[in-house]
């Protein structure tokens, strides 16, 4: 039986839903998790109010918002949930990121590797959780080529010219078709990726989708390739995990620690010659790509809704 409670919580995500990007789908999705049971506001910053616990997301972006907690909530509870760049960058030189570590009651990794980047006197407060999404069917593929498929905004962190630079080398290849979905944050990065497509047939870029669309083109795809330098947890590798469609992955901790620490389709941080040597083989090895295939069903189930929801549920009944 379902307990309903009189509790309020308020998640704090520093984007919202025009940013369309991980931050504010973990935060939605979340809200949607607890909202049988609790009351959930979700806003971009916290001044004031009466909510009994603070959800907030990014320790540097959401700094404002654990500061203002503290001072006007001090013995509310506060659930941190730390992003790549909290992990990978801000913690190291931001003194806003660490206060919010510092302070808070519980912290949450969105992948298995993320607790090693914390101060060791905050890791017996961390608490992993790996996000989720619904499964999909597999849409049918032609064996007349190969199509990679790389999701995401374009921006530095995501490491797109990685992606260009392996579709370049492989122009003479028509067997092998790169798709790219995701808006040019960087304008310089998106008139890089307008002119590839220009002069290459097999680079299509699509720009922003809807996610609808996206998830489609995920399902259609052959392979998913995820370049990025920082990761907390990225969604589209759930997503594609759970399509069915394998993922070449560069060789960062948020990544393995989704995929797992054995998931052998993963090439250095910028290294597009090794990118396109794994695309070349998974076109002329089926039994390779057929193996992928299989590891990823095999790790679907630990980006289950039912499991993210208990996980997370657990948590916030802990602090409360």
């Given at each position: 039986?379902?307990?309903?409670?009189?509790?309020?919580i308020?998640?704090?995500?520093?984007?919202?839903?025009?940013?369309?990007?991980?931050?504010?789908?973990?935060?939605?999705?979340?809200?949607?998790?607890?909202?049988?049971?609790?009351?959930?506001?979700?806003?971009?910053?916290?001044?004031?109010?009466?909510e009994?616990?603070?959800?907030?997301?990014h320790?540097?972006?959401?700094?404002?918002?654990?500061?203002?907690?503290?001072?006007?909530?001090?013995?509310?509870?506060?659930?941190?949930?730390?992003?790549?760049t909290?992990?990978?960058?801000?913690?190291?030189?931001?003194?806003?990121?660490?206060?919010?570590?510092?302070?808070?009651?519980?912290?949450?990794t969105?992948?298995?590797?993320?607790?090693?980047?914390?101060?060791?006197?905050?890791?017996?407060?961390?608490?992993?959780?790996?996000?989720?999404c619904?499964?999909?069917?597999?849409?049918?593929?032609?064996?007349?080529?190969?199509?990679?498929?790389?999701?995401?905004?374009?921006?530095?962190?995501k490491?797109?010219?990685?992606?260009?630079?392996?579709?370049?080398?492989?122009?003479?290849?028509?067997?092998?078709?790169?798709?790219?979905?995701?808006?040019?944050?960087?304008?310089?990065?998106?008139?890089?990726?307008?002119?590839?497509a220009?002069?290459q047939?097999?680079?299509?870029?699509?720009?922003?989708?809807?996610?609808?669309?996206?998830?489609r083109?995920?399902?259609?795809?052959?392979?998913?390739?995820?370049?990025?330098?920082?990761?907390?947890?990225?969604?589209?590798?759930?997503?594609?995990?759970?399509?069915?469609?394998?993922?070449?992955?560069?060789?960062?901790?948020?990544?393995?620690g989704?995929?797992?620490?054995?998931?052998?389709?993963?090439?250095?941080?910028?290294?597009d010659?090794?990118?396109?040597?794994?695309?070349?083989?998974?076109?002329?090895?089926?039994?390779?790509?057929?193996?992928?295939?299989?590891?990823?069903?095999?790790?679907?189930?630990?980006?289950?809704?039912?499991?993210?929801?208990?996980?997370?549920?657990?948590?916030?009944?802990?602090?409360?």
């Amino acid at each position: 039986m379902l307990i309903v409670h009189r509790t309020s919580i308020v998640i704090v995500t520093p984007a919202l839903a025009d940013a369309n990007n991980g931050n504010w789908r973990t935060a939605r999705r979340w809200a949607q998790m607890l909202s049988p049971a609790y009351r959930v506001r979700v806003v971009p910053e916290w001044t004031d109010g009466d909510e009994t616990l603070m959800i907030a997301l990014h320790a540097r972006r959401s700094a404002a918002s654990v500061r203002a907690w503290r001072a006007r909530r001090a013995g509310a509870p506060l659930l941190l949930v730390l992003t790549g760049t909290d992990l990978y960058r801000d913690l190291a030189v931001d003194a806003d990121a660490r206060h919010s570590v510092a302070v808070a009651d519980a912290l949450v990794t969105l992948n298995a590797r993320g607790p090693a980047y914390l101060p060791e006197a905050a890791r017996d407060r961390c608490h992993v959780v790996l996000q989720s999404c619904p499964a999909r069917a597999s849409l049918p593929k032609t064996d007349r080529n190969l199509r990679a498929l790389m999701v995401g905004h374009l921006r530095d962190e995501k490491d797109p010219l990685t992606y260009l630079r392996a579709a370049a080398r492989l122009a003479d290849r028509a067997d092998l078709r790169f798709d790219h979905v995701g808006a040019a944050l960087d304008p310089a990065l998106g008139a890089q990726a307008a002119a590839l497509a220009a002069r290459q047939p097999t680079y299509r870029w699509f720009g922003a989708l809807p996610h609808a669309q996206t998830r489609r083109r995920i399902q259609a795809a052959h392979v998913l390739v995820h370049a990025s330098r920082m990761e907390g947890g990225a969604h589209v590798v759930i997503e594609a995990v759970c399509s069915g469609t394998p993922v070449l992955a560069s060789r960062i901790d948020g990544n393995l620690g989704l995929l797992g620490d054995d998931w052998p389709a993963t090439f250095e941080v910028g290294d597009d010659a090794a990118l396109a040597g794994w695309l070349v083989r998974l076109r002329e090895e089926p039994g390779l790509l057929s193996d992928l295939r299989a590891r990823a069903a095999d790790r679907a189930e630990a980006f289950s809704p039912a499991r993210e929801a208990d996980t997370l549920q657990g948590i916030v009944r802990g602090l409360l």
